[in-house]
């Protein structure tokens, strides 16, 4: 089974540019995930899609951050403009459909370290 | 609002010995925990998983219990290797109060080293 696929792995770019991550989730998993992991701290969940629709996005910083989950397949996150306090590892996951009383473990990709100069 | 606590940013440990991770929560909806490990420039990697309905689940060498009364979960790696060595996320998870959707929140990790 493939595994969640992230690019670009690296990303450097100026404060005030534009920047977008891409994210390919393990086939059939119909939750997707983006989260932000800024160093020395746990991931912390941008936004949640079950399959093509968002069902979490309360700590999506929507004045700058935008996501969408083309056909419940692809994700794209992007960020227009960047601040420095973007500075970050962004971490794409996926998992099976989960419901009420119905967990499911999350498989990570290696995500995309963004710097801000 | 820091609902999953992980209080030791570190932990040392020599090969074959008992490690110790520990896990705070705040949030008594929470229904499902897990423990993640990372190494660097990777993705975090699920480890092992416990219910609410339970108080201890094992796999291999690594368990995991649960205190709900305290609000506590630890994850115990008996013995300890070297290539145990990376960063330990926990997790837990609310199903019920999230609208039927699973929503995951995460410690600030414990990065694990164990000494050959």
């Known amino acids: 089974e493939a595994g969640v696929a992230q690019s670009p792995r690296y990303k450097i770019i100026e404060k005030r540019q534009s920047v977008a991550f891409w994210c390919n989730p393990i086939?059939?998993?119909?939750?997707l995930y983006w989260y932000q992991q800024i160093l020395g701290q746990g991931p912390k969940l941008l936004i949640q899609?079950?399959?093509?629709?968002?069902?979490?996005d309360s700590q999506l910083p929507k004045d700058r951050f935008s996501a969408e989950r083309l056909k419940g397949v692809d994700s794209t996150l992007k960020i227009q403009p960047a601040k420095l306090e973007d500075s970050a590892v962004y971490l794409c996951a996926s998992s099976p459909r989960t419901g009420v009383g119905s967990n499911q473990p999350q498989h990570f990709g290696d995500g995309t370290r963004l710097s801000i100069l | 609002d820091q609902q999953v606590k992980q209080n030791s940013p570190s932990l040392s440990v020599q090969e074959g010995r008992i490690s110790i991770l520990n896990c705070d929560y705040t949030n008594s909806m929470f229904d499902y925990f897990l423990w993640y490990k990372k190494y660097p420039a990777e993705g975090p990697t699920f480890l092992i998983s416990i219910s609410s309905i339970k108080d201890k689940n094992e796999d291999g060498r690594f368990t995991v219990f649960l205190n709900k009364s305290a609000k506590h979960l630890s994850l115990h790696i008996v013995p300890s290797q070297p290539g145990d060595s990376a960063v330990y996320f926990c997790?837990?998870?609310?199903?019920?109060?999230?609208?039927?959707?699973?929503?995951?929140?995460f410690g600030t990790g414990t990065k694990l080293q164990v000494i050959p």
């Open positions: 899609f079950q399959n093509n629709g968002v069902v979490d």
């Open positions: 086939s059939g998993h119909a939750t």
């Open positions: 997790a837990a998870s609310d199903s019920f109060t999230s609208g039927g959707y699973q929503k995951v929140t």
